[in-house]
Every structure is written in C-alpha cells, then in structure tokens.
C-alpha cells in the first residue's frame, strides 16, 4: 500500500492566490482528516469527513477554507484567498475505522508571500 | 471540553538516559489514547496505542507507555534513548463513536550523542 498520498508536498504562493491541496487516503479508509500544523497552534483539526461526508467542520478557521470529497479515493483542501497567516504544513490522515488511529500523509508545505 | 496536555515541551538528554513525557487528557466517556512520533522533516507515524486491557502498553521502538485511569494520564516511557529518537512526540486522545483524535502540543526531544 503506498500510505495517504498529498500533493504537492510543497507550494509557495502569493497573498490573494488560490491554493488547493490534494490527498488520496489509503485505499478501504472510510475515514479522512485534515489537519494544520504551526509552531504556534500545534496540530489543530480543520475537518473530518466519513464516508465521504463531512461530519465536522468547527475547526475550519474561516470561509477562505472549504473541503471536499467527492469520492472515497480523493479529497481537496481548498484556500481561496490564501494569506501570509495560512503559512503552515497541512496534513491528511485516514482511518479504517476509530480504533485503530491514523495514517498520516507526509503533508503540504505551504508558504504565502 | 475535550483536551490533551504535554508537560514537557522541550526535552534535552544524553544517549542512554532513560526518557518519561508526560500527558494527561480529559475526555468524557470512553477514552482511546495513542502516541505519535514526527522525525524532522518528515510526517506523524503512531508509536502505540491504547484501547482497554492491559495499562501498560508496548509500541515500536522499545518504546511504552502507562495508562493511569485514576490521574487521567497516559505517560509515554523508555528505558534508554538513543541519538535516533530525536523527534518530536504527541499524545493524542481519541473515541471510537467519532475516530476524532485530539492531539497534544508535542514534546520534542533531544537527544545528544
């Protein structure tokens, strides 16, 4: 199995851009994560979908920020426009199920200029 | 609310001296408690988890780690470092009913040769 996959690993972007962020969760997970990781906030979780359906959303920090899942092999992370204060690593995870804790992508390095 | 705390955010040691992070969680109802290791550069892999059973839980590495239900604690532990183990480690703190885990600041250790 070649793990969750994102992509790409890193984007540097100008203020005001559109960055969207890939991820292809493992394949059989019916569960897919994403999460932000900063020097200030630590990993914080933007929203988690299960099968396909997005169950919460709370930590979305603002409408500049949506999600996708349009099926069980793909998800987007979309911010559109991006500012300097996005500037962090995203990561994905899936889960088979609740028990059994995540796999993690190896993340997107995101800067904004 | 739901929260997992790190004690120890930055720890320095020297090869061969034995390691305890600490975490503590608050979690209503039934409880799964894991944890992660991130090396630099690179993404979150898990360490070990815990579901029920046996307290003390083994994970890759020669690491454990104790659940201690009475002080809400799930320590992370290991009898001799190595330079290797350099890294950053976070607890997090999950339930079955929603596969959503909650993650600590982290701790990141260093480890000198």
């Known amino acids: 199995d070649a793990g969750v996959i994102q992509s790409p690993r890193h984007e540097v972007t100008e203020m005001g851009q559109e960055v969207t962020l890939r991820c292809k969760p493992i394949?059989?997970?019916?569960?897919l994560f994403w999460y932000r990781q900063t020097m200030m906030r630590g990993l914080e979780l933007l929203i988690y979908?299960?099968?396909?359906?997005?169950?919460?959303d709370s930590g979305m920090p603002e409408d500049r920020f949506s999600a996708k899942m349009p099926n069980a092999s793909f998800s987007t992370l979309k911010i559109q426009p991006s500012e300097p204060r996005d500037s962090a690593v995203y990561f994905c995870?899936?889960?088979?199920?609740?028990?059994?804790?995540?796999?993690f992508g190896s993340g997107t390095r995101l800067t904004v200029v | 609310a739901q929260s997992v705390s790190q004690h120890n955010h930055h720890v320095i040691l020297s090869e061969a001296a034995s390691l305890e992070l600490g975490c503590n969680y608050s979690?209503?109802?039934?409880?799964?408690l894991f944890w992660y290791v991130q090396y630099p550069g690179q993404h979150l892999q898990l360490l070990l988890k815990y579901f029920s059973g046996d307290p003390l839980v083994k994970g890759i590495k020669g690491f454990e780690a104790e659940f201690i239900k009475s002080k809400f604690s799930f320590n992370l532990r290991k009898p001799s470092v190595q330079w290797s183990d350099t890294a950053e480690y976070f607890c997090a703190a999950g339930s079955s009913n929603t596969g959503k885990l909650i993650f600590g600041q982290g701790t990141t250790l260093q480890v000198k040769p």
């Open positions: 394949s059989g997970h019916n569960s």
């Open positions: 979690y209503g109802g039934t409880v799964n």
């Open positions: 979908f299960n099968n396909n359906v997005p169950i919460d």
């Open positions: 995870a899936s889960s088979g199920d609740g028990y059994y804790g995540y796999t």
